[in-house]
């Protein structure tokens, strides 16, 4: 394996595409750091290059002199008064153009004046819509609007600090930086272990299968029933009912595969305790499907029980 190559996987847990070292990696970072789980060495699976039989060493190579290439100088990341012009008087020609995106703009610009792109992007995002200072009020509007969403299961197009961003007059840096803030100082979703999300998870299908529990309270009644604070049960049922644009490109397997699958899946959720390994990847492995075709057909089936919960 050359060296800074990297490979693009799929995440057993989750589903989600990242990028690692490993080829054989199945497990993205934040579902390493979400579980506890050890992360893998890097490197663990290279061989040896030399594979000579003992009696056979290497020769050490003979250094061939070289000239030595100049080193690269990174991009620039400090903006001046002078740059800031600059990069807004490129904006002001290229933007002209009706058919230019503002994608390739940004890139063009970093590559001419030597400038770290996202940098250039902070620039001209600020210059069209200049920052609007965040007042304690408005840092409730943004808490509330999110959560409300959450609560909601709601996911508006283009996502939901975009929305919040455009319903407020913010940028989207804002929000998702406040956001993160915020989060940052509440009881989450990701301090909980695989057992205290398995046991929300149980709680949360018992009374949507009961139709005992309204939607709009199903979050406080079980963080009543268990202990958990309200958000981090909301939290973890809207987990479940994540964006289906994430596993939409996953192969269909079939009615009979998905009876199959929701069969295990009512089975899993009466056990105990949840399986070893990822239960995605266990049931890929028990019916020989792969982690993202079962993470279709566990979140259609969760939606339409949500969906049938709510018409009731």
């Known amino acids: 394996m050359g060296p800074g190559m990297t490979f693009r996987r799929t995440c057993d847990r989750c589903g989600a595409t990242f990028f690692s070292p490993e080829k054989r990696a199945s497990t993205c970072p934040k579902c390493v750091k979400r579980y506890g789980l050890k992360r893998p060495q890097a490197g663990a699976s290279v061989k040896s290059a030399d594979n000579r039989p003992d009696g056979r060493k290497r020769e050490p190579a003979v250094p061939t002199p070289s000239r030595p290439e100049p080193r690269r100088q990174p991009r620039t990341t400090v903006i001046t008064d002078e740059l800031r012009a600059a990069i807004i008087a490129a904006y002001e020609q290229y933007s002209a153009d009706p058919n230019a995106r503002l994608a390739a703009i940004h890139s063009r610009i970093a590559?001419?004046?030597?400038?770290a792109r996202r940098a250039v992007a902070e620039t001209i995002a600020c210059h069209i819509s200049p920052k609007q200072a965040i007042t304690p009020e408005l840092r409730q509007q943004i808490v509330a609007l999110y959560e409300g969403y959450v609560q909601r299961g709601e996911r508006p197009p283009g996502g939901r600090r975009r929305a919040i961003a455009s319903a407020l007059g913010l940028s989207f840096a804002q929000v998702a930086g406040m956001l993160r803030e915020w989060r940052s100082r509440i009881p989450d979703v990701r301090t909980l272990s695989r057992e205290e999300l398995f046991a929300i998870e149980k709680a949360y299908w018992r009374h949507l299968e009961a139709k005992d529990v309204p939607l709009s309270e199903m979050a406080a009644a079980i963080a009543s029933e268990l202990g958990y604070t309200e958000w981090q049960v909301a939290r973890r049922i809207d987990m479940l009912h994540e964006d289906r644009s994430m596993v939409a490109s996953a192969k269909d397997p079939g009615p009979e595969a998905r009876a199959k699958l929701e069969a295990a899946y009512r089975e899993y959720l009466a056990s105990d305790s949840p399986p070893p390994d990822s239960l995605h990847s266990t049931l890929a492995?028990?019916?020989?499907?792969?982690?993202?075709?079962?993470?279709?057909?566990?979140?259609?089936?969760?939606?339409r029980q949500r969906a049938d919960a709510s018409a009731a």
């Open 111 to 115: 590559s001419e004046l030597h400038v």
């Open 285 to 303: 492995k028990r019916f020989g499907l792969t982690s993202r075709q079962v993470y279709l057909v566990l979140l259609d089936y969760r939606n």
